[in-house]
């Protein structure tokens, strides 16, 4: 589900300021809200991870059900088949972007727990392609569990990293940029805080995440640079090969 938007969250995150503060950018640094973001470097644990090819099959875990149907129209639910027919189709298709290209696959940590968590997209080509995103989060057995995802429906590009993780400031636990909303791991909770549950959710009243709070009304402005260091602005059209 998408978050709602920003401009409501604005309203409801008072405490956080949201008349527009003063942001300094440079190549490699963003300044918001008296916090400076950088992208976060690769954990040192990434060196030893598997392939994207070894990874597919955590694909299985995504929930196609909210996906769209070739006839946008077409409202009825998927049934038990068509999503199991689904989930095959995108291990067998893997890591990769609808030309072909194997996707890139993001390494970080994103609760500070010592194990990699990675973020990758996959893409289905054709004339109504569907990109699915997801955040996998890193486990003791070596395994890894999806723990948030969403889709784009023909829109002719994939992203290069779906969730950018950027070091924040002070903060231990890096905040994690998407096109729709910023997002930073509650430990507590073993959950997201995202600005959208900032504002509606449970942190709505106990406000565990001053720093995001802080970020949330900033957040197109820091997505947008954030993606503008990454090749391609992190935008890969489907008609660019390798």
């Given at each position: 589900?998408?978050?709602?938007?920003?401009?409501?969250?604005?309203?409801?995150?008072?405490?956080?300021?949201?008349?527009?503060s003063?942001?300094?950018?440079?190549?490699?640094?963003?300044?918001?809200?008296?916090?400076?973001?950088?992208?976060?470097?690769?954990?040192?644990?990434?060196?030893?991870?598997?392939?994207?090819?070894?990874?597919?099959?955590?694909?299985?875990?995504?929930?196609?059900?909210?996906?769209?149907?070739?006839?946008?129209?077409?409202?009825?639910?998927?049934?038990?088949?068509?999503?199991?027919?689904?989930?095959?189709?995108?291990?067998?298709?893997?890591?990769?972007?609808?030309?072909?290209?194997?996707?890139?696959?993001?390494?970080?940590?994103?609760?500070?727990?010592?194990?990699?968590?990675?973020?990758?997209?996959?893409g289905?080509?054709?004339?109504?392609?569907?990109?699915?995103?997801?955040?996998?989060?890193?486990?003791?057995?070596?395994?890894?569990?999806?723990?948030?995802?969403?889709?784009?429906?023909?829109?002719?590009?994939?992203?290069?990293?779906?969730?950018?993780?950027?070091?924040?400031?002070?903060?231990?636990?890096?905040?994690?940029?998407?096109?729709?909303?910023?997002?930073?791991?509650?430990?507590?909770?073993?959950?997201?805080?995202?600005?959208?549950?900032?504002?509606?959710?449970?942190?709505a009243?106990?406000?565990?995440a001053?720093?995001?709070?802080?970020?949330c009304?900033?957040?197109?402005?820091?997505?947008?640079?954030?993606?503008?260091?990454?090749?391609?602005?992190?935008?890969?059209?489907?008609?660019?090969?390798?």
């Amino acid at each position: 589900m998408r978050p709602p938007p920003l401009h409501l969250a604005c309203l409801v995150l008072s405490a956080a300021g949201c008349a527009t503060s003063h942001a300094e950018s440079t190549a490699t640094s963003l300044a918001v809200s008296g916090r400076r973001l950088t992208l976060q470097a690769p954990p040192a644990c990434a060196q030893a991870q598997r392939p994207g090819k070894a990874l597919a099959r955590y694909l299985r875990q995504y929930d196609p059900s909210g996906d769209p149907k070739e006839d946008i129209r077409d409202e009825t639910p998927w049934s038990a088949q068509e999503i199991q027919t689904i989930k095959r189709g995108l291990v067998e298709s893997g890591l990769h972007y609808p030309n072909g290209q194997a996707s890139v696959i993001t390494w970080m940590d994103f609760n500070a727990d010592g194990l990699c968590d990675f973020t990758a997209s996959a893409g289905i080509g054709g004339m109504k392609s569907v990109d699915r995103m997801f955040l996998f989060l890193g486990v003791a057995t070596g395994d890894f569990r999806l723990v948030d995802a969403y889709h784009t429906y023909m829109e002719g590009s994939s992203l290069l990293v779906p969730y950018i993780p950027l070091s924040v400031s002070g903060e231990k636990l890096p905040v994690l940029a998407t096109p729709g909303t910023l997002m930073q791991w509650d430990n507590r909770r073993k959950q997201f805080a995202t600005c959208a549950s900032m504002a509606y959710g449970p942190q709505a009243q106990q406000r565990p995440a001053p720093a995001l709070a802080a970020l949330c009304p900033h957040a197109q402005q820091i997505y947008a640079w954030a993606a503008d260091q990454l090749p391609h602005k992190n935008d890969l059209p489907y008609s660019m090969t390798e």
